[in-house]
């Protein structure tokens, strides 16, 4: 009964915190905190609450948050066009094509969809490689190197899909020549990707570490083990061994 309790309650505060990210990333979407209207693509912080939601929720909420996300990106970029826009949405024709493409769905959901699940797996193996130390640092670094790693994954995916599959279109978009699709890609990652992902990093422990310890989101995962306890451990141990050993033979 009491087990039952507990679940009850645990998936009533799972789906409280997921309906808050959901209408988080919702608002975000359609004001301009979320994307921001540049004449040449639409710069985001959208990325944000999916982080922190896979990452408090785990990885098939993430996935789901990542989902949302491409979703209001896809409604965005149709209904509100700006320069790269053909990359995101098919029904917006890609220059020089006349037609929208395909690969527009994939640059759109899939970015968006890994930036959710991935920071997860990053957090939970790093908070586990530093589970033995006791410190700040060790709860704070996974979360700052997750959220960061999130950003990135959004950013250079997104744009090394453009240079793969829609390099005509780019070129054709910014009037350039091929050959200066890629600097011009990297310049887009370095003026949005570097401000994206620094206050990904920035946030995301300063959002997670209260609403962790609020909501006890943290307890599957290993505790932290004092470096004292580690010493008085390694000491029993050694006691134990050396009292298992045989006695040496008297000459």
């Given at each position: ?5 507990k679940q ?183 003026a949005n ?26 307890r599957h ?31």
């Amino acid at each position: 009964m009491k087990h039952s309790t507990k679940q009850k309650r645990s998936s009533t505060r799972e789906m409280v915190l997921t309906a808050l990210f959901t209408a988080i990333i919702l608002i975000m979407a359609f004001t301009p905190l979320g994307l921001i209207d540049l004449p040449l693509i639409k710069a985001t912080i959208l990325h944000v609450p999916v982080i922190i939601g896979g990452i408090l929720l785990g990885p098939r909420a993430g996935g789901f948050f990542g989902l949302i996300f491409a979703l209001t990106s896809l409604f965005k970029n149709t209904t509100a066009p700006a320069l790269l826009s053909f990359a995101f949405s098919p029904l917006i024709p890609v220059p020089g094509a006349g037609k929208g493409s395909l690969w527009a769905l994939v640059i759109c959901f899939v970015p968006r969809i890994l930036c959710g699940v991935l920071p997860y797996y990053v957090y939970k193996g790093l908070h586990r490689l530093l589970s033995r130390k006791d410190t700040s640092l060790s709860k704070t670094l996974p979360l700052v190197v997750a959220g960061a790693l999130g950003a990135v994954v959004n950013t250079v995916v997104v744009m090394g899909l453009i240079r793969l599959v829609l390099a005509d279109g780019f070129a054709s978009a910014k009037n350039i020549p091929i050959d200066a699709v890629s600097g011009a890609i990297m310049a887009i990652v370095l003026a949005n990707g570097v401000p994206e992902t620094l206050a990904s990093a920035v946030l995301t422990p300063a959002v997670c570490l209260p609403i962790m310890k609020v909501f006890r989101l943290d307890r599957h995962l290993p505790k932290a083990v004092p470096a004292k306890n580690q010493e008085k451990a390694a000491a029993n141990a050694q006691t134990e061994a050396k009292a298992a050993d045989p006695a040496e033979p008297q000459a």
